[in-house]
């Protein structure tokens, strides 16, 4: 039987997420770094990143190489417009359907969506709010009642806001050309359409679960890897500026993730014994969070490792007072542990049981 283009396409990028392949398409096409990260709206260290991954994936020796492997493999066909890019989806030039990333959602920061790789203004902040839930509920319809509660809260409005709202989401959020909306409506509600949307707080999920699987086969510095480029997807504030519960809720979870994430990161660092980069990071992590005893505690143990025993006893000092003047608390068990070990020199690690809690 003779080998089709996509066949041919699946098997010569095999191992490639859909973000290196889509890196990996721009260079058949002929675009440069800057090109590429205007299209798929990325910096371009990000963009010389992926194409570092794809290099080694594929074992290529260029960026040369990895043109020649574009049209080889059938990514990018001969005759179909070189310098072209619609980021996401080599399947929908080809066919018309939207089966990749067509619309990006990012709420790790102030809400920022692109559809086909180009920003687009999704209205006002309820409206954004309204396509935050829908993209932080990828699995289930929303209900117009749900929504209200999750947007509104307390504040409802007169007539059928919702139904308004999520009318103009699907006129300016259609696929391509074609009369069809990312947004799906069913008899239980709202939602996302499967398979054409991308949601950072998702891919911070996706990230998690293969750092946690690299964990466990041992393979830290994959681990960390992983964590690393989850943390990146963190812009500021979760959802900065908008308004309503859900918002206000997922704000407050988001940031207590991003900062177990940290604390992972520096966990595992610290057991690959690359101490100054964990003390870095945490260095960095204490300045944000002045009051988070186990962020505090695992800094301390890092420096006590790192022979920083007096630096060790400063932090411990330094976020006694903070708790004493903010909160009128004494530091908890957590942190005279650390002091104990500190004074001691003792070589227990008191924050990695905090620290795993991703």
Known sequence: MPTTTAGRCDRGVTGLTAEEREVLYALGCGLGDAEIAAALVLPEEVVAERLGRVLGKLGLRDRAAAIVHAFDCGLVVPGQGPRRLVPGNTTARRTGAAAGPWLRVSVLGPLWTTLAGRPVDVGPVRQQAVLAALALSPSRSVSRGRLLEDVWGREMPDGNVVPVYVYRLRKILR??????????????????????????????????????????????????????????????????????????????????????????????????????????????????????????????????????????????????????????????????????????????????????AA
Not at 240 to 260: C, D, K, T
Request: glycine share 10%; hydrophobic share 45%.
């Open 175 to 356: 696929l391509g050309d074609r009369p069809d909306s990312v947004i799906r409506r069913d008899r239980y509600g709202y939602g996302l359409v499967q398979g054409v949307a991308e949601v950072d707080a998702l891919c911070v999920d996706d990230l998690v679960t293969r750092a946690e699987a690299a964990e466990r086969a041992g393979d830290l510095p994959g681990a960390v890897r992983l964590c690393d480029r989850a943390l990146e997807l963190f812009r500021g504030e979760p959802l900065a500026g908008l308004p309503g519960p859900l918002a206000e809720s997922e704000r407050l979870r988001l940031a207590q993730r991003r900062v177990a994430l940290a604390q992972r990161k520096a966990d595992w660092q610290l057991r690959l014994g690359r101490r100054i980069e964990a003390i870095t990071g945490l260095s960095a992590l204490t300045l944000e969070e002045p009051l988070n005893e186990p962020v505090a505690a695992l800094l301390m143990h890092a420096l006590r490792r790192d022979g920083r025993r007096a630096e060790a006893l400063a932090v411990f000092d330094r976020i006694a007072r903070r708790l004493a003047d903010d909160l009128g608390v004494d530091p908890g068990d957590l942190l005279l542990r650390a002091r104990r070990a500190a004074l001691l020199g003792k070589d227990a690690c008191p924050g990695r049981g905090r620290a795993g």
